[in-house]
Structure formats: structure tokens, C-alpha cells
């Protein structure tokens, strides 16, 4: 007798964020509930878009640089929380500077607490207006969720992570993304919140056979 | 006896294009199929994007600056485009010069041709690689539909329709576009091809009580 051994695998799709992008924000909740009905894994992959901006001889956001897309985009990101019954207040500076706030989601994202986090980092930063990149605020945000500030910020500053943190940038600068969110499934890459719906869709083989 | 006059009047969207824009290309075929069904009156304004862009320091087109953007555009039209059913060859060189077409489309939109004549030019660039800064691909497509090529280019080059052109970019400009396609419903903006439903539905009443 002989027989083949059936791996069922799920489909994975890959979530790229950056604290300090705006539009991150409404995705780091929608696909949290986008999720729970596609029978789809999501990667969530923190990444720093400040290497891949200054490759492009930008200091900052582009949202700062162009106040016509600036403007647009605090406009459009209104319309968009406001669907989504998430509040918005206008972070200020902005951007804030993400680099603690994203080594400790990939320590949490190692634990089980990842996207908890990282939505409390978002809010905090978009809704309730807090320095996300203040050790402190980043403190109070781990305690809220029941673990030891000090553990994990000690883990965030480890060479390891900081290291990782340089490596998923560098890998999200060779798969060609250049803003966030971004998304990848099956190799293709999908920029920004409104692709979200297509990205799961190719993860799950839809549009597989397309150009 | 008293009364009132009741005048109904349909909601109107303003599609801003540029002919150079490549997401333009499928705005163009989709509003033309969503508004049969949507009860709302399109005004087609075809702009320049140049004087625009050229205020925001570039010279060329963003998708050219930005290599990796670049890339992504054209996989993402691919991708629309094979799901519209549209063809899609990249023109060489992108973008081309839409001026004459846009003074054209300014003649045809006065008379009663000029949805068929924005898609017209649209598939000539994106889908047959022909190069819609010459007169004389003009001048054919102009024939294709049945109009005289020297009428409608003497028209194109008066003084009134130049001047149109100029006052249209520079209301572009005033109101806060800085890519095309743009949307415009009720004094609210809407930038990309992929925020054309949202758009329709603002201007027939959903989300005005939006923030």
C-alpha cells in the first residue's frame, strides 16, 4: 500500500506596517475583522519606511513634502476612521518616530500579544494623540496589556531584535515596497489600506491566473 | 393658492483626467459603466497635471521619479486592467504629451462626442501604443468617430479653448488636485481610479453627514 501525506496549508498573506504611517492605522484594525471571516494567516511584519524614504531623498513623509497630498490625506483618513467607527486626532509632530515602538511589536509578535499591541500602539498615536516614540508612552502601552515593561523593553533593545528589525526592512526595500501598508500574498505585492480586500483575495488564489 | 417649485435636480460628479495619467485609462472605462446605473451627471474635465507637478518640483511623472512606485503602478494596472477586460501595453515613451488631446477632448465635451473621444485616446495610448502628442493620431482618432479632423483641430488651437484648458488647470489646482483621476462630489475630493464608487456615492447623498 501506498499513499501521499495531504498538507493542507493555509494561505498567508504578509501585513507591512510602519507606526508613523497614517494609513496604516485603519488597516491595522480592518484586517484584524477582515481575517476572521477569510480562513487567511497574516504575517504582521513591522518595518521602518524612514531607509526606503531617504533612498528617495526624502527627509520625511511625502505627506509633509507635498501639502496638496498632505492635506488629502488627513481629509481622507477622516472619512475613512469615520466608517470605521475609529477616532482620529491628528498626531502631533507628525510623523512620530516608530523605531522602539516597532522592536517591541516584533518581540510581542514572538509572543502571542502582537496584534494587541500593535493596535494600541495606532491608537494611542492617531486616536489619543501620545508620543509613540517616548519610552514611556511605549511602557504604559505593554503594562495595559499585562506584561512587564521592563522584560520587554530590555528584549527591544537586544542586539537580536534590533538587528531583525534592520533585516525586515532591508527585505521590504528587495520586494520593492515602498509606502505602507503594504501587503504581499504569493509573491505579488498590494500598496495601501483600500487594497486590503484584493490582497486577501490573491492570498486565498483568486486572480492567480491573472497577468 | 400658494405652491412651491419643486426642481429636481441629479447629483453631479466631476471626473478630473489627464491624458498622460495611467490610472486615468480605467477611471475613463468605469465611469462610463457604473453612472448607467447610479443616476449621476458627470462632468468631464480634462486638465494637465504638468504645471501641478512642476510645482511640486518634478519634471516628469512620479512614477518615473520613483522607480519602485514605477514598478508597482504598472503591475497594479496589469492587474485592473486584466480585470476590466482593457488591453494594456506600456506606451514608450510614458508619459506622452497630452496637450493636443486635452484641447480636443475641451471641443468634443462642448459637442456631444467627448466620453467617446477621451476613451478613445486612452486605448490609442494604453492599449495601442500610439503616440497621442501627434496631430496627426489626433487627427485619425478624431476621423474614427466620424468628425472632421480640421474643424475640430482649428477649434482645439483657438484662443478660447487654450484659455479654457489654462482656467481649468489652475481651478484644478485651486481646489486641491494633485494626481489624476480625481473625483469631486459636492465640494469633497477623491483622488485615484480605485475611489470612483466612493465618490459616486457622495455625490448621490451617502456619508454627506460624514465628519
Known amino acids: 500500500m501506498c499513499g501521499f501525506m495531504v498538507v493542507m496549508t493555509r494561505p498567508v498573506l504578509d501585513f507591512w506596517f510602519e507606526f508613523a504611517s497614517s494609513y496604516s492605522y485603519p488597516a491595522a484594525h480592518r484586517i484584524v475583522r477582515l481575517v476572521r471571516t477569510a480562513d487567511v494567516d497574516i504575517r504582521w511584519r513591522p518595518f521602518l519606511l524612514g531607509p526606503i524614504f531617504a533612498a528617495q531623498g526624502w527627509d520625511t513623509s511625502p505627506f509633509n513634502l507635498y501639502p496638496a497630498k498632505g492635506r488629502y490625506m488627513w ?59 517616548d519610552r514611556a508612552v511605549i ?33 521590504a526595500q528587495r520586494i520593492g515596497i515602498f509606502g505602507a501598508p503594504s501587503f504581499v500574498a504569493d509573491g ?5 489600506n483600500d487594497r486590503l480586500e484584493q490582497a486577501i483575495g490573491w492570498a486565498r488564489g483568486q486572480g492567480r491566473a491573472r497577468p
Open 75 to 133: 481629509r481622507d483618513l477622516a472619512r475613512i476612521c469615520a466608517d470605521l467607527g475609529l477616532a482620529l486626532h491628528r498626531p502631533d509632530p507628525f510623523p512620530q518616530q516608530g523605531l522602539i515602538a516597532a522592536r517591541v511589536a516584533l518581540v510581542a509578535l514572538a509572543e502571542d500579544w502582537g496584534p494587541d499591541f500593535v493596535q494600541a500602539v495606532y491608537r494611542a498615536e492617531f486616536a489619543e494623540r501620545r508620543q509613540i516614540g
Open 188 to 192: 505579488e505585492l498590494f500598496w495601501g
Open 139 to 171: 511602557a504604559d502601552l505593554i503594562a495595559r496589556l499585562g506584561h512587564d515593561p521592563v522584560r520587554i523593553l530590555t528584549l527591544a533593545q537586544s542586539d537580536e531584535i534590533k538587528s531583525r528589525l534592520r533585516v525586515e526592512t532591508a527585505e
